[in-house]
Nanobody, 118 residues
Framework: QVQVVESGGGSVQPGGSLRLSCAAS????????VEWYRQAPGKSRALVAT???????NYADSVKGRFTISRDSAKNSVYLQMNNLKPEDTAVYYC????????????WGQGTQVTVSQ
């Protein structure tokens, strides 16, 4: 099994920055990709960024140029650097580790709240 835990959320003003962390444990060699999702109030969960084991990254159009996903393999961690935050970035952010074993084995974190407001 793989487990992930998010941290780093908080409240910031528009234009501010936050760095989210996703720490993985367990059978991490089964992980093929790590993704960040977010769910805003009244909205469905949306994909924000992806990083594969090969290092390929992808971003939602809404965060391109502002967010950066990265990894530290030695620490079994993935990060989401969020710059120039906007009120519409307010959401609960979730880390998901994609398992080679199939969707039912994907690991979801508990979520961390990001609030962007004056």
């Amino acid at each position: 099994q793989v487990q992930v835990v998010e941290s780093g959320g908080g409240s910031v003003q528009p234009g501010g920055s936050l760095r989210l962390s996703c720490a993985a444990s367990g059978h991490i060699f089964s992980v093929t990709a790590v993704e960040w999702y977010r769910q805003a109030p009244g909205k469905s969960r949306a994909l924000v960024a992806t990083i594969t084991t090969g290092g390929t990254t992808n971003y939602a159009d809404s965060v391109k140029g502002r967010f950066t996903i990265s990894r530290d393999s030695a620490k079994n961690s993935v990060y989401l650097q969020m710059n120039n935050l906007k009120p519409e970035d307010t959401a609960v952010y979730y880390c998901k580790a994609t398992s080679i074993r199939g969707r039912e084995y994907d690991a979801w974190g508990q979520g961390t709240q990001v609030t962007v407001s004056q």
